[in-house]
């Protein structure tokens, strides 16, 4: 899947990260670590498309609560591998309200 996925993979992350102010900066200052994290992105994705897309929603967020390299890092760090497991993961991270919003927004999804 990676072969399939991975120039698609990468130049979704390489556009996502351009269009963050916080992520640009960070490049600017530390281009090396900012590429080690695209590259462990890509291979933590194993060439699912959508684990990339919500792991770098997860990371825009957080680079605008808190535009430090650790605690991006950080934050990528604590996400799970695998689609499901990050699914479960940001749901158990969401309080009442979010978790009923998701829950609207789902059951649009599938109708």
Known sequence: ??????SDVRLYIKRRIQSSIGFEELGRLYPNQIQDL?????????????????VMEQLLI???????????WKAF?????GLEALY????TSLDEPQRQTASKLYQLLFE
Request: glycine share 6%; charged share 25%.
């Open 1 to 6: 899947m990676q072969e399939l996925t991975g």
């Open 38 to 54: 695209l590259t462990g992105i890509e291979e933590r994705a194993e060439g699912v498309f959508l684990w990339v897309v919500l």
């Open 62 to 72: 957080m680079v605008q609560d808190d535009p430090r390299l650790e605690a991006v």
């Open 77 to 81: 760090d604590n996400l799970p591998a």
């Open 88 to 91: 479960d993961a940001i749901q």
